[in-house]
């Protein structure tokens, strides 16, 4: 008699795995890749920025800033503004003493961010504490007004500056650009405006009650002082003497 055959187990299958649609992969692919350009068209775009800051920079090294973007905005308002540039060996150096003593007196000791002041500024919840390096940054390169993008590309602009110019070109650029008077733009217009003379032949009373009118020139003014300008100036006539004195006016001066 033939054997039984026992009949062979059928293995079930495995299902297939489902396959993703192609549109969806497609779709994720497309996204991916849109992600990684944008992500490439930022990182140059910021590169880009950087490097003409830097180059917009380096051409102030040498060259005079025309005008400034606060400087345009009141000659479009004002019609006409006063501004005459000059070297600084054409400035009284006690009118340079003065501005260091009045706005920054730690000017030759820090890298463009007085990082003492500003923390004492942040403790007292004020704010403040710009350098006279931000403050012609700011002047030269941004706008006016009080804006967290401005302090910050100030913050950032501002080491770069320090960087690229001299301790003497700061101040020669600040005294040239600050504005003394509505319209006042200057040293040079200043010292004729207020007193008749040329920046370099102001006094050393002269230059501190410039400096004084500095922080509110359109409140204040040199030529006929206020009693809290007068005292405001006699102190920066004192500090002027002192920076002379203990060094810190070396970084400027030499």
């Known amino acids: 008699m033939a054997e039984a055959t026992t009949p062979k187990k059928r293995t079930a299958k495995k299902p297939a795995p489902k396959k993703k649609p192609a549109k969806k992969t497609q779709k994720l692919g497309l996204i991916a890749r849109a992600r990684r350009f944008v992500r490439r068209m930022v990182f140059l775009g910021i590169v880009s920025l950087c490097g003409f ?72 919840g004020r704010g403040g504490a710009s350098t006279i390096s931000q403050q012609v940054v700011k002047n030269v390169f941004l706008w006016h007004g009080r804006s967290w993008t401005r302090k910050a590309i100030e913050a950032l602009w501002t080491p770069m500056s320090e960087a690229v110019w001299s301790k003497r070109r700061i101040i020669e650029i600040y005294l040239n650009v600050a504005e003394f008077d509505e319209g006042v733009f200057g040293v040079q217009a200043a010292a004729r405006h207020y007193f008749g003379v040329d920046a370099s032949d102001l006094s050393a009373t002269q230059a501190a009650r410039l400096a004084a009118i500095l922080p509110s020139p359109k409140n204040r003014s040199a030529s006929n002082p206020s009693t809290f300008t007068r005292r405001r100036a006699a102190q920066i006539r004192s500090g002027a003497a002192t920076i002379a004195a203990d060094g810190r006016a070396d970084c400027f001066e030499s």
Not at 68 to 96: F, G, S
Not at 101 to 115: P, Q
């Open 53 to 124: 800051a830097l180059l917009w920079t380096l051409l102030y090294a040498f060259i005079n800033p025309p005008t400034t973007p606060y400087m345009r905005a009141e000659a479009h308002r004002l019609v006409n503004i006063k501004q005459e540039w000059v070297a600084m060996e054409d400035i009284a150096p006690v009118m340079a003493r003065s501005a260091v003593a009045a706005e920054d007196a730690n000017f030759c000791l820090h890298w463009g961010l007085d990082v003492n002041a500003i923390q004492a500024a942040v403790e007292r």
